[in-house]
């Protein structure tokens, strides 16, 4: 397996002008009361991407658009120093009675509200990548998400999209190829029962698209104790979770934690103060 070039702490924790994501990113799903609070940690600590859906069944976009004022205002950050990336949800993954656009709309226009809520809640001007949080279940209708999504791409209001739970090599190609502009993120789940999707990160890296993974300690309990990951672990003086976070930088995936506990937030940063050697990646990598 090739190895990336090493990125420096730096290149992979403070926002980049271009709209690219950290290589760690804070995941904000499921934190409820505690996102403002949560999210203010996290960049007081060093996160500078913040992940989020205008979604509200999951998410409290508002709330994350309250913890980066907090942080803002106090002069942690400025805008420019975070990415900022949330998605637009199609119907299905909606609660009915709190969709955040015009459930009768077409798509594009479907896109265009959420986008403009996503602004409002986030307290910006633009984002640096809107992902579509998932295919739709009639291919014309995702199309015209993508389209509406390319639009806001042409006015500025996002530097990049994506595309979340796409978990065909086929589909995502096909999307590629068919897209005006072409995905820059594709975020799923990562687990063994996709094959840890090595044909689409395959693709991703040949293409120059960022692939990030979510759920990516939750299932893979199976690799933290593995015995190649503990005698690492030990080696570095390091956590399980932190040599399964510092493999995948190393081969270029970008790694979601949505921890709640500060000591891990540290640790999760802490991940780029160490380097696997090559035949320690190797090693690693058979277990995915």
């Excluded at 739709?136 to 979340?164: C, F, N, P, Y």
């Excluded at 068919?178 to 990160?201: G, H, W």
């Amino acid at each position: 397996m090739s190895v990336p070039p090493h990125l420096t702490q730096s290149d992979l924790t403070v926002g980049r002008s271009d709209g690219r994501s950290p290589g760690i990113l804070y995941g904000t799903a499921w934190k409820k009361l505690q996102t403002t609070a949560l999210v203010a940690k996290a960049i007081d600590l060093g996160f500078r991407g913040i992940d989020t859906a205008c979604q509200p069944k999951h998410y409290d976009e508002a709330a994350v658009g309250a913890g980066v004022a907090v942080c803002i205002d106090a002069g942690v950050v400025t805008r420019n120093d975070l990415y900022l990336q949330t998605k637009f949800t199609p119907l299905s993954g909606q609660d009915p009675s709190r969709i955040p656009y015009d459930p009768g709309a077409p798509v594009a226009d479907q896109v265009a509200q959420s986008f403009r809520v996503s602004l409002q809640n986030l307290r910006t001007t633009y984002l640096d990548c809107l992902v579509l949080h998932s295919p739709l279940a009639d291919a014309r209708q995702t199309d015209d998400a993508w389209q509406a999504m390319e639009t806001i791409v042409d006015a500025s209001g996002s530097k990049h999209i994506g595309i979340s739970n796409c978990y065909s090599a086929g589909y995502l190609q096909t999307l590629y190829r068919r897209a005006r502009v072409k995905p820059a993120v594709v975020q799923n789940r990562f687990y063994a029962q996709t094959n840890y999707d090595r044909e689409i990160r395959v693709f991703c890296r040949q293409h120059g698209i960022t692939y990030q993974s979510f759920w990516t300690l939750t299932a893979n309990a199976q690799i933290l104790s593995h015995d190649t990951t503990v005698s690492l672990a030990s080696k570095y003086a390091r956590t399980p979770a932190q040599i399964l976070f510092r493999y995948l930088t190393h081969v270029g995936v970008v790694p979601l934690t949505g921890t709640t506990s500060e000591l891990h937030m540290r640790q999760d940063l802490q991940i780029f103060d160490f380097n696997l050697t090559e035949r320690e990646q190797a090693s690693f990598g058979a277990l995915l």
